[in-house]
């Protein structure tokens, strides 16, 4: 027996969507919507609005993850039928002005719609606000026993400007959040897939700026050299390749989680992609195949094989870079599209209360008696 569709997707290259292949139908709940940044923003925006109205939310991208795979340069649309799940948006602007009470009341009315059926939560979040610790530490508060997973916007490594769309705009500052009440018989497995091994010791920050995202020395030293030091490489030659070959782990809660380095500073500090605070200890890790985890969960017969319906999708922009760098980017694109899976590669990724790097987050969509 088929399992009936939970994601449409489509792919196109043109600002005005007028070569979108993979027509959405007209019974669409929600269009999540993946941009390049090099497109006209503006000019997408509008015909987005123009097509699907309220239905419409997005972000640009450092890559999108549609119909073909792996894609780059255009953009992928992903409708969520009303017969899969009910959707309710809750737009947060500026990300400074979380307000409890108003998540209480997104909540509230996502629990409603839910008639008893099950809830996950899809926030999407402007790549370079550098908020997204504190906006996760908010709806946390309001998301207890809801998965929550997402994505930071990119841009496709300029580090200018990564916006989300909303109200027929894109807008820096700001967030997304989607409650999804799923319906007949829909199931959502949230999920959080990494590849990496500790090649070093416990390392511990001894001095950082985390609202900076900063870190200034490690166990006593600079930065940047002990980092190099420990990888084999004098610091003036790193590159952001080395960076997405070598990360840092961290222990929460006793899960593992991985903080991405994005640049040396001219004054021998750290970059992150997400914040890490004094006293936090650390290891260095490396992944010798990015793909093996997101490749056995897709391979599974019991994802596969009847029961999935369709996968969203918020992947690291470093994981993109290894998996091209170890010659498997176009295997486990393929198996993205068979799955079929929709989303982007991302500046960042939400996984329960934490912002996270070099990770694979999603939902997969099931239905089934083993749902």
Not at 8 to 37: K, T, W
Not at 95 to 113: C, F, S, T, Y
Not at 260 to 268: A, K, P, Q
Not at 357 to 369: P, S
Request: a negative charge.
């Amino acid at each position: 027996m088929s399992v009936p569709q939970a994601l449409y997707i489509a792919s196109g290259r043109n600002a005005d969507l007028s070569d979108l292949s993979g027509d959405l139908p007209g019974d669409l709940e929600m269009v999540l919507l993946f941009a390049s940044p090099r497109l006209d923003l503006e000019r997408l925006a509008t015909a987005a609005t123009w097509r699907w109205g309220e239905r419409v939310v997005g972000c640009t991208t450092a890559g999108a993850i549609g119909p073909q795979g792996f894609e780059e340069g255009g953009l992928v649309a992903v409708g969520v039928p009303s017969s899969v799940a009910r959707v309710e948006p809750l737009l947060i602007e500026p990300l400074r002005a979380v307000k409890q009470d108003e998540l209480a009341r997104w909540r509230g009315r996502l629990q409603q719609r839910s008639e008893g059926g099950p809830l996950a939560a899809i926030t999407l979040i402007d790549g370079l606000c550098q908020r997204e610790e504190a906006l996760c530490a908010e709806l946390e508060h309001q998301l207890v026993q809801i998965p929550l997973v997402g994505g930071s916007a990119g841009d496709d490594f300029r580090y200018r400007s990564a916006p989300v769309l909303a109200d027929g705009v894109f807008r820096s500052d700001r967030a997304v959040l989607l409650g999804l009440a799923f319906q007949n018989g829909f199931q959502p497995r949230a999920f959080q897939i990494r590849d990496f091994e500790p090649t070093s010791g416990p390392l511990v920050i001894t001095s950082a700026t985390p609202e900076k995202r900063l870190i200034h020395e490690i166990d006593g030293e600079p930065a940047a050299q002990l980092y190099a030091r420990r990888i084999g490489l004098p610091p003036e030659q790193l590159n952001v390749h080395d960076f997405a070959m070598h990360s840092m782990m961290l222990m929460v809660g006793g899960e593992t989680y991985i903080r991405s380095v994005r640049s040396i500073t001219e004054g021998g500090s750290i970059s992150m992609h997400s914040a890490i605070d004094e006293g936090m200890v650390v290891r260095i890790g490396r992944s010798e195949d990015t793909g093996a985890s997101l490749r056995q969960r897709l391979t599974r017969q019991d994802l596969l094989a009847g029961e999935v319906a369709g996968v969203l999708v918020f992947d690291c922009m470093h994981r993109r870079m290894e998996l091209r760098r170890q010659g498997h980017l176009q295997e486990i694109g393929a198996l993205l599209a068979k799955a079929p899976a929709a989303g982007f590669t991302t500046y960042g990724e939400v996984y329960g209360g934490l912002h996270v790097n070099q990770t694979c987050t999603g939902i997969v969509i099931a239905r089934g008696v083993h749902a």
